[in-house]
């Protein structure tokens, strides 16, 4: 008698912990989209045919990589001085065309985020020898820009203990 | 101290075999090995209950589990020593790449592993022979058991760095980032899956016996049942929550919907398993045991599945990378085939400069109109012949005229530019058209 009672209770109590745990697990599915690793751009810009086909640096668009804090989107006329002769049939260097000719730039969906409370300097890194690719993968292997590094606290701390750089908390929070 | 370091680096093409072929060899491996572990716990539980107890039944139970698990050395030697070296040789390959691990680490967690062996061997000979156990025994067979896990953890740890080759770099400076939190999470996450086929197993063989009824007890058949059925309950309560900090441990790069699919599935079935015990409670041939170890082994395969994308994505842009790297030699058979053709040496210098203008230059450089650089007929009369003149703005190319986009650093080796120098000098001097 009473485990005709108990059974169906407990067979609802276990669906429920899973219900429970897969809810969990959408939840993180629903997080880990939103966080958006590789969020579209206002322009398809491929960095395989940059980097991979062209052989170009990386410095030679993001040119103050190695003198400012931050790495910087290249000018609209870096891109045009070669697009004005290059693939001008193509729909997406029509785009950059258009905001170039209406002094519009391009506002590039952020992929990299620190919070406001981080110091970071890409000029002292690329000085340390700390390569691109080191937080950034193989850009050149990709058609729209994936991040990488995690860039959370833990993942700088441990290159900074595994290169011997400064672990002191004023290094990065300023 | 030897290294890794000296090997050919892979092709992407050795890169996907070898992750694939890790997983095909871990389906066969870890299943062994859980039983191992699962069975060798709880005959030493069941040993030490038995003798607080005093209940022959008890350390019936526990003789019965070891000769299951630990059937014949050759079994030993197939499903657990050869495909560990193999799963050693894949780490040693795609992991430890460019990393100086020292050998005497392999090496040590290759010991540890094989004198777990030796001790479970010498633990379940001794239990065979008789019913009671010396406190020395059950010690050996606690050694092994402890060996096995602590092989196993270390094998969890090389497993988790796997899923994140931003680590390798690290982990060539300092050992110590051999640890990881996801390293952790795969070693229970695994853990709670042995047990769980374990007691998966042991409901399926107290099916079987009751069907054989060689003399088998109701009450003995009612304790191996009790066990193997909590034993699986407890773990298949316990695996999914390991499984959701697997997710929460891997990096970001790592996760996909295929990740995330997966997972879901393992959940679903967890479920399955649990309802599966409730539903079919039986102990003879009704009993859950073989719905439940057809259940586990979906739930491994999905673990794999899990695990094998989450790895595909890790590596997604270095095995690209590798793709490129070879489709550019492909492309370029010149490169390789030139060292064989000293005959015409003088001559192939300006054709050598001409294959790598045409690969190189010609993408922003025609001789007679401006393209994204100006018209070269303009611009290499400048330097008067000088090919050193040349050859020194090729290797460091400076801003000279304001209308036109500084040109890149092309990093071309000393003999390309020497070439293309002269098939420049050479070729405007002609006429200025190639």
């Known amino acids: ?109 952020r992929v990299y985020f620190l919070p406001e409370h981080v110091y970071f300097s890409h000029k002292r890194h690329v000085k340390a020898g700390v390569d691109c690719s080191e937080c950034h993968g193989k850009v050149g292997t990709m058609k729209k820009i994936r991040r990488v590094g995690a860039l959370t606290m833990g993942w700088c701390v441990s290159c900074h203990r595994a290169r011997g750089a400064p672990l002191d908390c004023t290094t990065c929070h300023k | 101290m030897a290294s890794w370091g000296n090997l050919q680096p892979l092709s992407s093409e050795f890169y996907s075999l070898l992750r694939h072929g890790l997983f095909l060899v871990l389906f066969f491996h870890l299943p062994f090995l859980g039983f191992l572990i699962g069975g060798s716990a709880l005959s030493l539980l069941l ?96 050694a092994g058991l402890l060996a096995l896990i602590l092989a196993f953890f270390l094998f969890s740890a090389g497993y988790g760095i796997l899923f994140n080759p931003g680590k390798l770099p690290l982990l060539q400076k300092q050992i110590r980032f051999f640890l990881s939190w996801n390293g952790v999470v795969k070693f229970l996450l695994f853990l709670a899956f042995f047990f769980g086929m374990t007691g998966g197993a042991i409901l399926l063989l107290c099916g079987r016996t009751a069907e054989g009824g060689e003399g088998t007890g109701a009450e003995y058949r009612g304790l191996v049942h009790r066990f193997g059925g909590n034993l699986t309950l407890l773990a298949t309560l316990v695996l999914p929550v390991f499984l959701l900090f697997d997710l929460v441990t891997l990096p970001e790069i790592a996760l996909s919907a295929e990740v995330f699919v997966s997972s879901a599935v393992v959940l679903l079935l967890s479920l399955a398993v649990c309802l599966t015990l409730f539903l079919f409670d039986g102990k003879g041939e009704g009993g859950p045991g073989a719905r439940v170890v057809f259940l586990f082994v979906l739930i491994f395969l999905a673990i794999l599945l899990h695990d094998d994308a989450a790895v595909g994505n890790a590596y997604q842009d270095r095995i690209a990378f590798l793709a490129m790297q070879e489709a550019a030699v492909e492309a370029e058979p010149g490169k390789e085939a030139r060292p064989e053709e000293p005959a015409a040496a003088a001559q192939t210098g300006t054709d050598a400069g001409k294959v790598v203008f045409e690969k190189v230059c010609a993408g922003c450089h025609r001789f007679d109109i401006r393209v994204v650089g100006p018209p070269l007929n303009e611009v290499v009369p400048k330097y008067g012949g000088d090919a050193e003149k040349l050859k020194a703005f090729l290797r460091e190319p400076v801003k000279v005229n304001p209308d036109y986009p500084s040109m890149p650093r092309l990093g071309l080796p000393e003999e390309e530019i020497d070439a293309v120098a002269r098939y420049l000098i050479e070729t405007v001097k002609t006429g200025g058209s190639p």
């Open chain 1, 1 to 109: 008698m009473t485990r005709s009672v108990r059974k169906p209770a407990i067979l609802l109590a276990v669906t429920a912990y899973f219900g429970v745990l897969l809810l969990i697990a959408a939840g993180l599915w629903v997080s880990w989209q939103r966080a958006g690793i590789a969020p579209d751009q206002p322009i398809a810009f491929p960095h395989t045919i940059h980097v991979s086909k062209l052989n170009l640096p990386c410095n030679f668009c993001h040119i103050y990589v190695d003198r400012s804090r931050h790495a910087g989107a290249p000018s609209l006329t870096t891109c045009m001085s070669c697009h004005r002769a290059i693939a001008t049939d193509r729909e997406e260097i029509k785009k950059l065309t258009r905001h170039y000719e209406e002094k519009r730039p391009v506002e590039w969906n």
């Open chain 2, 47 to 142: 040993n030490f209950l038995g003798k607080e107890k005093r209940d022959s039944s008890y350390l019936r139970f526990s003789q019965e589990l070891m000769r299951t698990v630990l059937m014949s050395k050759s079994a030993l030697f197939i499903f657990g020593l050869v495909p560990l070296l193999l799963v050693w040789f894949v780490f040693a390959r795609v992991l430890f790449d460019a990393s100086p691990l020292p050998w005497p680490f392999w090496a040590g967690i290759l010991g540890v592993l094989l004198s777990g062996f030796a001790l479970l061997s010498l633990y379940r000979s001794a239990r065979g022979r008789a019913m009671d156990l010396s406190p020395m025994t059950a010690a050996t067979g606690a």
